[in-house]
T-cell receptor
Framework: SQQGEEDPQALSIQEGENATMNCSYK?????LQWYRQNSGRGLVHLIL?????REKHSGRLRVTLDTSKKSSSLLITASRAADTASYFC???????????FGGGTRVLVKP | KAGVTQTPRYLIKTRGQQVTLSCSPI?????VSWYQQTPGQGLQFLFE???????NKGNFPGRFSGRQFSNSRSEMNVSTLELGDSALYLC?????????????FGPGTRLLVL
């Protein structure tokens, strides 16, 4: 099974609303990353948070990390139609040798 | 800097054939990773190369192989294609020498096996 599991699998919101998605993982990590993918294209890196960090911001994005619960959340504020995409978390496990992706959250932002 | 490029972008093959996909990383990046993306299994790590050496490998059969050249360009090969190999194959490059930091992805090669 995958290291990261994302919740919800799909999300539909109106433009201007906030979108929150969560990622849970199973083992200790070096870092956790969030990526965006538009309609079957390549992934775009959004933000990286290290295991010793609890919160990070980048523009309209806010990521939190709770290593005690092995979970992370991605908040997109004031969403736009252009934010419509799939969002993936990925973990670099301390005992692993690969970057492991979650199943993704499909976000639809309606104008 | 130019981004990660992958060729070809689309490919149609038949079962039993073999295929070679190419990836050119961002200039200066020495780590290249390959991923397979399918609707059923999601994004799965295939392997990672660093300085012409395979450094990490995912859980894929030996039909999947790769290599990296001295200029950091990488190729992956799939032999004896099966229908289940139909997928989007993504290449990503990274500048780091340790662990998995920010990955810069190419647009992918969409492979259809008939």
């Amino acid at each position: 099974s995958q290291q990261g599991e994302e919740d919800p699998q799909a999300l539909s919101i109106q433009e201007g609303e906030n979108a929150t998605m969560n990622c849970s993982y199973k083992t200790s990590i070096n870092n956790l990353q969030w990526y965006r993918q538009n309609s079957g294209r390549g992934l775009v890196h959004l933000i990286l948070i290290r295991s010793n960090e609890r919160e990070k911001h980048s523009g309209r994005l806010r990521v939190t990390l709770d290593t005690s619960k092995k979970s992370s959340s991605l908040l997109i504020t004031a969403s736009r139609a252009a934010d419509t995409a799939s969002y993936f978390c990925a973990t670099d496990a301390t005992a692993g040798n690969k970057l492991t992706f979650g199943g993704g959250t499909r976000v639809l932002v309606k104008p | 800097k130019a981004g990660v490029t992958q060729t070809p972008r689309y490919l149609i093959k038949t079962r039993g054939q073999q295929v070679t996909l190419s990836c050119s990383p961002i200039s200066g990046h020495r780590s290249v990773s390959w991923y397979q993306q399918t609707p059923g299994q999601g994004l799965q790590f295939l392997f990672e190369y660093f300085s012409e050496t395979q450094r990490n490998k995912g859980n894929f059969p030996g039909r999947f192989s790769g290599r990296q050249f001295s200029n950091s360009r990488s190729e992956m090969n799939v032999s004896t294609l099966e229908l289940g190999d139909s997928a989007l194959y993504l290449c990503a490059s990274s500048s780091t020498g340790q662990g998995f930091e920010t990955q810069y992805f190419g647009p992918g090669t969409r492979l259809l096996v008939l």
